[in-house]
């Protein structure tokens, strides 16, 4: 994984729109987060090979950056992302990890199922 | 001692900490390990410090972390069971107390370790646990195995009293710390190995001893 490049980012946005896209949406604090600070709530949640297709998407901010995405009913929402899969030419490969390295927050799009 | 062992954990990395050197020794004794490992780790967090692994490639990464760890402690028998990471509790529990019901009737263990159901902070870990218990329960008491169990909830001294058994590993860190290091992906966190290089005294001190509460079936 590398630090995002935003130009990068929306060109694959731009390449995937418009098309019926297998996603995988997560966010995590982890399920040990309580166990090391009782005032923590654990919460995670995610949803993997889901299909769904956006009309509009466009990545924004100064770094961690927000992705949504317009679909014809609604949207997809994203805040936190860090880092991208540069060598994956064919999806969109995006996660934000926090300052221990740990992953928070993913957004991945694929032609074809996780 | 020859004797069949049988370990039973969901995570690769889930038997670096708690019992690599128990293994270690047991295995240096004659023993023969069957390692079940449910998943792939393939929801975990940690992707190195810069990460190195991402979501897809995450369980090929730690299926062969896994294969080093096993390696490094000798470990002659390593299973994947094929679950998914974070959904053991919620798999059916007839499929899955059956899969660890023919591990058992294939390995005949006389000894079990898993994680105690409840006292294992992960759900996975308690699901793990609970399924082994269960399975085991059915089982004649004659022909039970002996479980032992790692816990390490924040309250597990308060309500399951001070372990039972201690295994002393410090002749075993080699084994140990180079299971703990194949998972590179997993244990770089500063919360985890410290910050700073420890000596070999402390190291020993931290990683020394291994500990299990024996299961009491009903």
Known sequence: ?114 | MEQNILVILPHPDDEAFGLSGTLAKYIVEGAHVTYACLTLGEMGRNMGIPPFANRITLPTIRKAELEESCKSIGIQDLRLLGFHDKTIEFEDQDRLDSVIASLIEEVKPSLVFTFYPGYSVHPDHDATGAAVVRTIQKMPAADRPLVQCLAFSNNCEQELGKPDVYQDVSMFMVQKLNSIQAHRSQFQAAELMGKKQMKAKEVEQRFGTERFWTYTFS
Request: proline share 3%; glycine share 8%; charged share 20%.
């Open chain 1, 1 to 114: 994984m590398e630090l995002i490049n935003q130009t990068e980012v929306q060109q694959m946005i731009d390449k995937l729109k418009d098309q019926d896209l297998y996603i995988h949406l997560e966010m995590t604090t982890g399920a040990y987060a309580a166990h090391y600070d009782s005032t923590k709530h654990p919460a995670a949640n995610f949803i993997t090979n889901a299909i769904i297709r956006y009309s509009h998407g466009s990545i924004s901010g100064n770094g961690p950056y927000r992705v949504g995405l317009k679909m014809n009913h609604g949207w997809v929402y994203t805040e936190g992302l860090t880092h991208f899969e540069q060598a994956d030419t064919d999806r969109l490969i995006m996660a934000g990890h926090d300052n221990q390295g740990k992953l928070v927050v993913a957004l991945q799009l694929s032609r074809e199922p996780f």
